[in-house]
């Protein structure tokens, strides 16, 4: 993928003023967001009733309890599909709502930031669910503008100059650099997600030190959650993504500004430039909070450290 992040590195400069710096609760955060109760309430099974008649001959026979305890097992079993289901249709709600809060984070109120998730209990996408985002992401009016942008920086700079100068070529520059985008957020953050059963969001740290927020924040370019166990996992979707989509601009670059080593090196720059995103994700709400006065995780990281301070105390208890 060929779409350049300069313009984003001022804001990543101003991430690393506070990187030193402990994240600062401001006592106005909110108290932690309400979340939705994952515990499933079973229906208590039902009681069989068994009605005893006796015979009032020898060639009477009971035949009540014979045929109850079959319904009995019918009946037991037949709660086991609606109880899963019911289960299932809770965790489906709760991703929804969180991808709902997902779809409502930008930095500095204008740069959308949907793939990153505040919560440590995120429930795990469908497939479906990270197509949609991640096609969220890239029909943002945001990201047209940043096309935009870029194209005016590349034409004012005389790169790509395959491209011709003037209307033309600003016009080709700008849909470029937003098929660059469209490309790398849909196969790197939907279609191969889909496909590995990996998650493509940023799951923030928030607390703990900051050394070990930096290498956490580094590592996720090449390492990722995987749907069913939870475990970490080389991150495929977003490495292969960016060299796929840097493949695909091959069809719409001029020729002198393609081939197979630029599509590879390309789309190893890329991955590196997300690292840096990666760690301005994680920073970005202690910054909101210290100059901005706003928390965007609206209380979970007061939360989190809550629970650090706990953990602390209880471990010092017990000395």
């Not at 003023?17 to 099974?45: C, K």
């Not at 599909?81 to 289960?87: G, K, L, R, Y």
């Not at 890329?270 to 965007?296: M, Q």
């Amino acid at each position: 993928m060929r779409l350049s992040s300069r313009l984003c590195y001022v804001l990543y400069a101003i991430g690393f003023v506070s990187i030193g710096m402990p994240p600062q609760l401001s006592a106005q955060e909110a108290v932690a967001a309400p979340r939705l109760e994952s515990a499933v309430t079973y229906p208590e099974a039902p009681q069989p009733q068994f009605a005893v008649t006796l015979p009032d001959s020898p060639d009477q026979q009971p035949a009540s309890s014979a045929s109850q305890t079959p319904t009995g097992q019918d009946s037991s079993s037949s709660q086991t599909p609606a109880t899963e289901s019911t289960s299932e249709k809770k965790q489906r709600e709760k991703a929804a709502q969180q991808i709902k809060e997902q779809e409502h984070q930008r930095v500095f109120g204008i740069l959308p930031a949907f793939n990153t998730s505040y919560r440590g209990d995120a429930v795990s996408l469908t497939a479906k669910e990270k197509i949609s985002l991640a096609f969220r992401s890239a029909v943002d009016p945001v990201t047209f503008a940043i096309a935009i942008v870029v194209a005016g920086y590349k034409e004012a700079a005389d790169s790509d100059a395959g491209f011709p100068w003037g209307a033309k070529g600003f016009g080709e520059r700008s849909g470029a650099a937003y098929l660059d985008a469209f490309n790398g957020t849909m196969i790197g953050n939907g279609f191969l997600p889909a496909l590995l059963h990996q998650d493509p969001r940023y799951f923030r740290l928030g607390h703990g030190s900051t050394t070990h927020r930096l290498l956490y924040s580094a590592a996720t370019s090449i390492i990722c959650k995987h749907d069913n166990t939870g475990k970490w996992e080389p991150n495929y979707s977003n490495v292969l993504g960016n060299v796929a989509s840097g493949a695909l601009s091959n069809l719409y670059y001029p020729s002198n500004d393609s081939g197979i080593g630029l599509t590879i090196g390309n789309g190893m720059i890329v991955t590196g430039e997300g690292t840096v995103g990666a760690v301005f994700n994680e920073f970005w709400p202690d910054i909101s909070r210290k100059f901005l006065h706003k928390d965007p995780t609206h209380g979970l990281d007061a939360e989190a450290h809550a629970a650090d301070r706990a953990a602390k105390q209880a471990k010092a208890d017990q000395k």
